[in-house]
Nanobody, 124 residues
Framework: QVQLVESGGGSVQPGGSLRLSCAASGNTATINCMAWFRQAPGKEREGVAMINHSVMSTFYGDSVKGRFTISLNKSRNTAYLQMNTLKPEDTAMYYC?????????????????WGQGTQVTVSS
């Protein structure tokens, strides 16, 4: 099993930055992909970014391309989401997810482990 713990959320003004962290523990050797999803009130969960553990390839949702960067520190089993030029529409609960033995995908149902979420609020 894999456990995930997110941190780094908070409140920020439009145009500001935040960095989210997702620390993985347990059987981390089985993780093939880590991803960030977000869900705003009244909206469906949306894939934000994902990174493949072996080749470190990254993928982004259209709404965050050029503003968000996902990275991975394998030695610390921690994934990061650097969020720049934040907009009010980025306000959501952000979740970290891990997929074991499978390719990266923005289909949330394929992920095997989820964190508890961290709130990001962008407001003036």
């Amino acid at each position: 099993q894999v456990q995930l713990v997110e941190s780094g959320g908070g409140s920020v003004q439009p145009g500001g930055s935040l960095r989210l962290s997702c620390a993985a523990s347990g059987n981390t050797a089985t993780i093939n992909c880590m991803a960030w999803f977000r869900q705003a009130p009244g909206k469906e969960r949306e894939g934000v970014a994902m990174i493949n553990h072996s080749v470190m390839s990254t993928f982004y949702g259209d709404s965050v391309k050029g503003r968000f960067t996902i990275s991975l520190n394998k030695s610390r089993n921690t994934a990061y989401l650097q969020m720049n030029t934040l907009k009010p529409e980025d306000t959501a609960m952000y979740y970290c997810a891990a997929r074991l033995w499978g390719a990266c995908s923005f289909k949330d149902e394929v992920y095997n482990a989820w964190g508890q979420g961290t709130q990001v609020t962008v407001s003036s």
